[in-house]
């Protein structure tokens, strides 16, 4: 597609339960990044993944998140174990390079609800 | 944690007015971006200016920049009903380096 593309755009499950949310990048862009967004709020980083190198995990909350990025292309956020406090927005972007960051390009989000 | 801190955190104006919105950061910068966010979903790259750059226009927006006080400002000139949104400023600090947005403002054009 044209854009960067997620999947689902809502998501409502059990606390305790795990989710794996889906970011499809622009083609070609080698930096993805995932932003949480609670209600009202600014984006939170959670983790950036540019090209091979090592992905900058410094943003995830907790042990129960996980990211990967598969091929250089489409990445999976894994919240295990959900909790209440996890509801919010998820936001996935890409952008060409990291070397010299220009416009980062955002998907819809994934609007996960624990209950 | 958040780079970078936007004032007011909500701005009420009648269409036809003006509106700045100013972002503060905290370390060195390579780039600064404005982003605007419709509906609390997908952001939309507005601007781009360099660490090098004191000012840009696009269209109805002018950015500017103060790499010494930290900080910018995006004017929306002739605002419209439309361009209700949030709008977050966004700071990287070079090769490699991940993009940290600001708290954001959220801004209401009336009628």
């Known amino acids: 597609g044209a854009g960067v593309s997620q999947s689902p755009s809502n998501k409502v499950t059990e606390k305790g339960k795990d989710v794996e949310l889906r970011c499809d990048p622009i083609?070609?862009?080698?930096?993805l990044y995932w932003y949480r967004q609670s209600l009202g709020q600014g984006l939170e980083f959670l983790i950036y993944?540019?090209?091979?190198?090592?992905?900058?995990k410094s943003g995830l909350p907790s042990d129960r998140f996980s990211a990967e990025r598969t091929g250089g292309s489409v990445s999976t956020l894994t919240i295990q174990r959900t909790q209440q406090e996890d509801s919010a927005v998820y936001l996935c972007?890409?952008?060409?390079?990291?070397?010299?960051?220009?416009?980062?390009?955002f998907g819809q989000g994934t609007r996960l609800t624990v209950v | 944690s958040q780079q970078g801190e936007e004032d007011p955190q909500a701005l009420s104006i009648q269409e036809g007015e003006n509106a700045t919105m100013n972002c503060s950061y905290k370390?060195?910068?390579?780039?600064l971006q404005w982003y605007r966010q419709n509906s609390g979903r997908g952001l939309v790259h507005l601007i781009l200016?360099?660490?090098?750059?004191r000012e840009k226009h696009s269209g109805r927006l002018r950015v500017t920049l103060d790499t010494s006080k930290k900080s910018s400002s995006l004017l929306i000139t002739a605002s419209r009903a439309a361009d209700t949104a949030s709008y977050f400023c966004?700071?990287?600090?070079?090769?490699?380096?991940?993009?940290?947005f600001g708290t954001g403002t959220r801004l209401q054009v009336t009628l």
């Open positions: 993944f540019q090209g091979n190198s090592a992905p900058d």
């Open positions: 083609s070609g862009h080698t930096a």
């Open positions: 200016i360099r660490s090098n750059e």
């Open positions: 370390t060195s910068i390579n780039n």
């Open positions: 966004a700071t990287d600090s070079g090769t490699a380096s991940k993009l940290t």
């Open positions: 972007a890409s952008s060409l390079q990291a070397g010299d960051i220009g416009e980062a390009f």
